[in-house]
């Protein structure tokens, strides 16, 4: 046979194959780990599905049931507030959403090679009237997909609640499906509402960390004891399937057990702060509120916020308050007030939003009240002060020279056409 005909019959070979609907790999169901009666007397239900096997925690909560400062069952009230008061708010949950707090523990922090081996689910029981909590323990890695079609995350629609879970616990959680997705059901997308996010927002310069455990001492009352430290679950998690001694183990799932009560709380408690009358928190704390409310593009209600902040507290704390009602003030055409906060807000704001306050004081006397001596006066202390910040790149500098400065030959130009008028 000539190399021609060769070729022209792997050629159809080839060609059929590819045709071919390639088949599913068949799925080899791992054996049980030797530890699984150690596991059960340690408290640990065991479950068997298709895929092989996992453990399982499951504790009921009345809705009287405390957590710190707040009860579960407040969370239905502030339901009601988003309802009522910002229902178009990115934080805001319709009491008709399936709202499902979530937290996981990993073998670490990042890679293909890290495992979840806890996904805790925290939710009302409508049936029951109680929040129950769920928690899916991994029996060890060769039985990973028992453990996530477990979870039900394949068939289930929900908003998530979680701290740091849009940006870790859910992207992890994608991976590892992706990686098993040859034998599980697609993962469904979920919407996702971060507490970590309005954490930051609300309390940024309040709070030296963010940590869960320092936003639960400090705003919500409740402190943990016996707590094992976030970092050594992986150790802890590892050496129960190398010993098959689950008593450590029980302690990483208490964590997280308060870490997902603790959002219920979390929830509430930054939901009571953003509609109720200033009481307890901080002025940076309020004004937080006002400025989130502004960056959402609601006007009226972030300038009431900053109004009270100014009229609560003193001027010590008071400044950043001025600073952002300016904004809101100009934006709705008070420039006398406007000017008024820009004022009130330089002697405690920081140089960089000073220089800021300088430009927009310069820009509405220019333009608004047409006093161009006083925009001057502001234009030269932006520029003296300009020579005080610093720029990561010199160019950023050297434009904001040429900006200051051309801003100074405009006026100067306008003031001379004014003495010529008069003269």
Known sequence: MSYENKLLQMKKLLSKNTGQKQEKPTFIKPDPPFYSEQWQQAGLQLV????????????????????????????????????????????????????????????????????????????????????????????DPSNEVAFLFESKLWQKNM?????????????????????????????????QIDLLHSTKRLWKDDLARMKLTQVEQDKLGFYRKGDIPGHLAPIIYFDAIKSGNAETLMKVLLHNEWDLLSLIT????????????????????????????????????????????????????TGYAHYYLAYELKRVGEINLAIESFHSALPTIPREKKLQAYEQLAILYEHQLKDYEQAMLFSEKGLELLQQISFRKETQLLNKQRNWQKRLGRLDNKMNKNNLNKS
């Open 48 to 139: 068997e599905n298709e895929f092989g096997m996992l453990f399982k925690r499951e504790v009921h909560y009345p809705l009287d049931y405390k957590h710190g400062d707040y009860r579960l069952g407040e969370l239905f009230k502030a339901l009601k507030r988003w309802k009522y008061e910002a229902d178009d708010h990115p934080f805001a949950i319709d009491e008709q959403e399936t709202i499902v707090f979530f937290d996981t523990e990993t073998t670490g922090l990042k890679g293909a090679g890290t495992h979840i081996f806890l996904l805790g689910f925290l939710q009302f029981d409508e049936e029951e009237e109680q929040f129950t909590l769920t928690q899916y323990v991994l029996s």
């Open 159 to 191: 908003t998530v609640v979680s701290y740091n879970g849009k940006s870790f616990d859910w992207p992890q959680l994608q991976v590892r499906w992706t990686l098993n997705k040859q034998h599980l059901p697609p993962l469904k997308m979920q919407r």
């Open 266 to 317: 979390l929830y509430i408690h930054s939901t009571n702060l953003l509609f109720d009358a200033i009481s307890t928190e901080s002025a940076t704390t309020y004004t937080n509120i006002g400025k989130w409310f502004g960056d959402l593009k609601k006007r009226q209600t972030s300038a009431e916020i900053l109004q009270a902040v100014t009229k609560h507290f003193n001027t010590e704390e």
